[in-house]
């Protein structure tokens, strides 16, 4: 092992690398190389994600290109996105479309990679890192999520039926109630509406469940889990009011009513032939 002193920026992320460390943080650039001024360990950084060595997905937080991403420089935020949260301090799972793919609803490939944590929100350059999408909730629900092994150690990300209750919830986010729609059709072979308890109420919408409701009776044709959810929101206790089905798009008071999911439906889902 070099020592310290004698040790290049370069050399010390070579080492962290063969010793199954994957990303560091500026600070901890500045504890190893105490005595370089800031300017030379900016510069060598800079130097080095140039080179493709390392890049630098969030604001003072590095990853080490792996060989099998050194062509492209770009390196998929499964890779390092625990190590990214941890560095932040903050809760996190994986969610909306990127939860999907993970579930093997891939129909849809996203071209960014979802992340939802809790607020307050912060700052992310898209110029730094254009792959991330977050998401951003009071609370993050533990109870309903699930781990993935990754190449660098494991993964967070929401369960068939969070991910579905997401897709609805924040359909605006993924292009709307249609591909909202087209990926829970996907879904439903791994969901188990009966694992929603109550204390889903705590981290969602009545109206949410409203909608998710009407869409697996009425468009995904899952008259099953449309029970099963209802007599949830019947025990409950929820009263439930009418709620445009979009509730982005505009609701006409002669608009069609649906009686027992109390949705105005103002939108004409369509779902994507697979």
């Known amino acids: 092992m070099h ?5 290049t920026i370069r050399n010390w992320i070579y080492e962290r690398s063969i010793s199954g460390l994957p990303t560091f943080s500026y600070e901890e650039v500045r504890m190893a190389f105490v005595n370089l001024s800031e300017q030379v360990v900016r510069n060598e950084l800079y130097r080095l994600a140039n080179q493709k060595v390392i890049v630098s997905p969030y604001k003072r937080f590095y990853v080490i290109i792996p060989s ?10 499964y890779y390092y996105i625990d190590h990214l949260m941890r560095y932040l301090n903050k809760p996190y799972y994986v969610s909306l479309l990127s939860a999907a793919e993970l579930l093997g609803a891939a129909h849809q490939r996203p071209q960014r990679y ?9 700052q992310s350059s898209k110029k730094k890192n254009s792959l991330l999408a977050w998401q951003f909730r009071k609370r993050i629900p533990e109870m309903y999520l699930q781990t993935k092994n990754t190449e660098t150690g494991t993964v967070k990300f929401s369960s068939p039926e969070l991910t ?8 605006r986010t993924i292009g709307g109630l249609s591909r909202a729609a087209t990926v829970i059709q996907e ?12 204390k889903i109420l705590d981290y969602t919408t009545v109206s949410t469940l409203q909608r998710l409701g009407f869409m697996l009776e009425h468009v995904i044709m899952e008259q099953v889990m449309a029970d099963s959810l209802y007599d949830l929101l019947v025990r409950s ?6 709620v445009a089905l979009s509730h982005y798009a505009k609701c006409n008071s002669d608009a069609e ?3 027992r999911w109390k949705i105005l439906i103002n939108i004409q889902i369509e779902i994507d032939d697979l």
């Open 3 to 7: 020592k310290i002193s004698a040790m």
């Open 68 to 77: 099998h991403y050194a062509a492209k420089g770009i390196v998929p935020p």
């Open 114 to 122: 979802y992340v939802t944590t809790t607020f307050p929100t912060f």
């Open 164 to 171: 579905a209750i997401d897709l609805v919830q924040y359909a």
């Open 187 to 198: 879904l439903v072979e791994v969901m188990d509406v009966s694992k929603i308890t109550e």
């Open 237 to 242: 206790g929820k009263r439930l009011g009418y």
């Open 257 to 259: 009513r649906d009686i």
